[in-house]
């Protein structure tokens, strides 16, 4: 095992998806961790299969987005169905239309992704990992002063590191939640379910979205998610476990509706796993300078596909922040932002979800009545349609680092679309690290010049671009954005726009050509 330095400024605690995101972001902006998990390898089983085209684009700015794609697929939106697999409703997604510039819907196999991040993590010499080792305590002995025990589960021998910050990435069952007494606050939802992955090289030749059975006595959810590869998830009644389909003779009636007449023989179970589905929220994702992120901060049911995805925006969120207060570019109130954020657009989620798996699930016959006759009209409902069809999440509410003033309240808090320039770059390509104004009109010498002292880059949108019709719509003709590609503030006011954009100078970052007008 690789011997831990004896201090390092950030501990991360959990080397999933959400772990390994944070600490390839701390990497880029140049601060070093040490990442501890307990196993040296990828968990191998299937677990998430989604993420949108807003975790698509955290993805690319890892450095992968390209090896992601050879590994996904779009899937074409979501149809909702009754117990006969007939359609009472449909909503289209359309892959090639997306305001980042990817699919809305990607479907995926979860330990693909995971060898992609690690992989791509060995890049990142500012990054040790450390498998095969268990996280003992976490104890905060005086303030700024975090100390990590751990032990290595090959050879017993313990181990201790000084650090200033713990990012606890650690799951349900965090280690890192019950050192700082957090809890998890049910929100009286737990359904049991079957999940089950099947591989096939026979035609299905099903719809290629996710289809959602609509029945209080066996919701169910089928989805493509690769060449050869289909996942079905089957609530399960009061006296089955995942037992009773351990043998094909006993699946079989579960899938054959799906599979067209494939042969049992030709279907290779992957995995059939009994789930609880969740939804809870910890009472407190920080205490002092430890934080909670992912399941070890909230559980969402997996029915809007958003599990995995809401740990990643964590990361995104916290990790800049936590570069900035370290740098010393930003105070460390600023750290006080990150559950002030995420929290309402986690609850927002979940929400979601639930509604969702209530629809699903919920009022027996009279509930299945109530889903013919109103489900093929959600469509005549005012922005309901979106709701299914959009992938767009909320914007953040208000906070030290989102401005929302009477003209620019619209686009403070959401992202900014990842467009391409009129140079043929996308948005993002622009941004790298750093802060960005985005404007239709022209700085003065002297707010150019604060702006490149301050770290942050101008990016024009010129008259008819994307960008300049953004800012149009949203009433404002100019947009500082964070380097998480949320609005901080928007307006029409240049000056007050362009001393809003705090000081983020990194390694890098502060004083290159690329900070000149573009």
């Known amino acids: 095992m690789i011997t831990p330095p004896e201090s390092v400024p950030v501990v991360v605690v959990g080397a999933g998806p959400t772990g390994v995101t944070a600490a390839t972001l701390l990497a880029q902006y140049g601060i070093p961790c040490l990442l501890l998990d307990r196993w040296e390898t990828v968990y191998p089983q299937p677990r998430a299969v989604h993420l949108d085209d807003e975790i698509r684009r955290i993805i690319t700015w890892l450095g992968i987005g390209d090896e992601f794609a050879a590994i996904s697929r779009p899937a074409l939106g979501l149809r909702l169905v009754d117990p006969d697999l007939r359609t009472l409703a449909q909503f289209h997604r359309d892959p090639a239309l997306s305001a980042h510039g990817f699919p809305q819907a990607n479907m995926f196999d979860q330990p693909e992704l995971e060898q992609l991040l690690r992989a791509n993590l060995k890049k990142h010499n500012l990054v040790r990992f450390c498998g095969n080792v268990e996280v003992s305590a976490v104890s905060q002995p005086e303030p700024g002063r975090v100390l990590v025990e751990y032990t290595d589960r090959v050879s017993g021998e313990q181990h201790a590191v000084d650090t200033g910050y713990v990012l606890g990435c650690d799951g349900a069952n965090s280690v890192v939640r019950n050192s700082i007494g957090g809890v998890l606050r049910s929100l009286r939802f737990a359904q049991r379910w079957l999940v089950v992955d099947v591989a096939t090289e026979a035609a299905i030749n099903q719809w290629d979205g996710v289809h959602q059975v609509c029945s209080p006595h066996r919701a169910a959810t089928y989805m493509r998610i690769g060449e050869s590869r289909y996942r079905w998830e089957f609530q ?39 789930y609880t589905f969740r939804a809870a929220v910890a009472n407190t994702w920080r205490q002092g300078n430890v934080f909670l992120l992912g399941d070890a901060a909230h559980l969402t049911p997996p029915f809007i596909g958003q599990g995995m995805g809401a740990g990643i925006r964590d990361a995104a969120n916290l990790a800049w922040k936590l570069a900035g207060v370290l740098t010393e570019n930003l105070p460390a109130a600023v750290l006080d932002t990150y559950e002030h954020e995420r929290k309402p657009h986690a609850q927002h989620m979940i929400r979601l979800a639930l509604a969702m798996g209530w629809s699903m699930t919920a009022g027996g016959r009279a509930g299945d009545a109530v889903r013919r006759a109103l489900v093929p009209r959600l469509h005549l409902v005012p922005g309901l349609r979106s709701l299914f069809t959009n992938s767009r999440t909320p914007a953040l509410h208000s906070s030290a680092l989102v401005h929302k003033t009477f003209v620019g309240w619209r686009r403070a808090g959401a992202l900014c679309p990842n467009v391409i320039l009129p140079t043929g770059e996308r ?29 942050a880059v101008v990016v024009d949108a010129p008259p008819g671009s994307d960008l300049a019709r953004w800012l149009r719509r949203g009433g404002v003709t100019a947009a500082v954005l964070r380097p998480d590609r949320t609005v901080l503030r928007a307006g029409r006011r240049l000056s007050v726009l362009c001393d809003a954009a705090p000081r983020f100078v990194l390694s890098g970052n502060g004083d290159s050509a690329d900070n000149e007008r573009r």
């Not at 960005?436 to 770290?455: M, N, Y």
């Open 236 to 274: 399960l009644r009061a006296n089955e476990t995942a037992a009773d389909f351990a043998a094909m003779a006993s699946l079989y009636p579960l899938l054959s509706p799906w599979v067209n007449g494939v042969p049992a023989d030709e279907l290779s179970v992957v995995r059939v796993a009994e």
């Open 427 to 455: 948005v993002d390509t622009v941004l790298g690290t750093r802060f960005v104004l985005v404007t239709t009109q022209a700085p003065d010498t002297g707010q150019r010049e604060r702006l490149r002292r301050h770290g």
